[in-house]
């Protein structure tokens, strides 16, 4: 079973950057596969990024490719999206989650554990 804390949100300008940070907690984080997602007001959440537990395969979102980094530091045990050029549709709660063994990671009821979040405003 693995625990996971999301920091890092704050009110960020457009064109602004952030990095998220899921701090993971009772095991390994490179045992498992690492997702974020958003969800905005009103929306259903959506998956931004993944990287996997073993190979450390990277995925992302068509709207993030190229502005968003998904990373792993096994040493700090914790997966960070870094994220750049923000755009003030991507105001939300950002989530991690974590399974052992899962696909389509783009799909949250891909998922098993679940952080409490974090919130991102972009906005001037």
């Known amino acids: 079973q693995v625990q996971l804390v999301e920091s890092g949100g704050d009110l960020v300008q457009p064109g602004g950057s952030l990095r998220l940070a899921c701090a993971a907690s009772g095991s390994p984080v490179d045992y498992y596969s690492i997702g974020w997602f958003r969800q905005a007001p009103g929306k259903e959440r959506e998956g931004v990024s993944c990287?996997?537990?073993?190979?450390?395969?990277?995925y992302y979102a068509d709207s993030v490719k190229g502005r968003f980094t998904i990373s792993r530091d096994n040493a700090k045990n914790t997966v960070y999206l870094q994220m750049n050029s923000l755009k003030p549709e991507e105001t939300g709660v950002y989530y991690c989650a974590g399974v052992l063994h899962g696909s389509s990671w783009y799909r949250p009821t891909s998922w098993q554990y679940w952080g409490q979040g974090t919130q991102v405003t972009v906005s001037s």
């Open positions: 990287i996997r537990g073993s190979a450390g395969s990277t």
